[in-house]
């Protein structure tokens, strides 16, 4: 997993000479020859290092963060529109919103608890096209079917920003900027340059495939490769990254959205009746709070 970006900063307080404390007498006649003696630096270097350490202590300051505790930003500025997995349960909406209170959290949990769980089953058979050709619009049964434009452009549209077409019109985006909700940047986006952003299948289709879709019908995987619900543009190489894992594999770089990534995952393998494996259900309720 990619660790933050964020680096602690903490400065020493100060703290003059408190009595009682070695050093912090600096009116006797050792301290003033030590002075002194500019060949002596070292010495005086150490004092001084015993008496901040001294202070600390004395003081009860709390120890220097790890940067790898904090959530990592992406730097990007945020999108106000997004909008919380709980408050969007067929997708139609803008982004992905953190879920940060206890409140949103226990439901993300009892939505989590709700999925049945069983082993990996054979990736034997599985290919892309099983689940009908990429960007259809004829899945019937998910939103924004037979619209007039692909799935892919439908995502773009619907999760960008500052969008344009192309020359003549109104379903290819030629550019934009995105909010990534995996890494917290934002993205100015080119057709051009079309692989900086792609849609991942929150709950990927080859997971699907060996948890029970190689037993559904088509037009069933169709939906699941279609459905808004379970299609989110991201960064490139975040995407890429997390290939075909579930949650105990792969989670979001940004920690402050991993809450909200588990539970869209858990709304897509509940809609369609997808089982998960035990470590990912543990790991999924683990990011809310379980």
Not at 34 to 43: E, I, S
Not at 86 to 92: C, K, M, R, S, V
Not at 103 to 126: F, H, M, N, S, V
Request: with cysteine.
């Amino acid at each position: 997993m990619p660790s933050g970006q964020r680096r602690a900063e903490a400065g020493v307080a100060e703290t003059g000479g408190r009595a009682g404390l070695p050093g912090a007498d600096t009116g006797g006649p050792r301290f003033r020859a030590g002075l002194g003696k500019a060949n002596r630096p070292g010495l005086l270097g150490t004092q001084l290092v015993g008496l901040l350490g001294l202070l600390t202590l004395a003081t009860g300051c709390d120890r220097l963060p790890d940067p790898d505790e904090a959530a990592p930003p992406g730097g990007g500025s945020g999108d106000s529109r997004a909008v919380s997995p709980l408050a969007n349960p067929d997708g139609t909406g803008p982004g992905l919103a953190a879920l940060t209170s206890e409140a949103d959290q226990a439901e993300a949990r009892k939505l989590i608890r709700g999925l049945a769980t069983k082993g990996r089953g054979p990736k034997t058979g599985y290919e892309r096209e099983e689940f009908g050709y990429a960007w259809l619009d004829t899945a019937d049964g998910v939103p924004l079917a037979r619209n007039g434009c692909d799935t892919r452009n439908d995502l773009l549209k619907l999760h960008g920003r500052q969008v344009r077409f192309r020359s003549g019109s109104d379903c290819v985006v030629a550019s934009m900027t995105l909010h990534d909700p995996y890494t917290g940047k934002d993205i100015a986006w080119k057709k051009a340059k079309a692989a900086e952003v792609q849609i991942d299948h929150v709950v990927p289709l080859s997971y699907s495939w060996q948890m029970g879709a190689a037993h559904w019908p088509e037009s069933k995987r169709r939906q699941l490769a279609n459905d808004v619900l379970n299609l989110l543009p991201v960064e490139g190489r975040a995407n890429s990254s997390k290939r075909d894992s579930g949650p105990a594999s792969w989670l979001p770089p940004d920690r402050t959205i991993r809450c909200a990534y588990v539970t869209r995952f858990a709304q897509v393998a509940g809609k369609y009746e997808l089982p998960v494996t035990t470590a990912d259900r543990a790991m999924m309720l683990e990011q809310c709070g379980g």
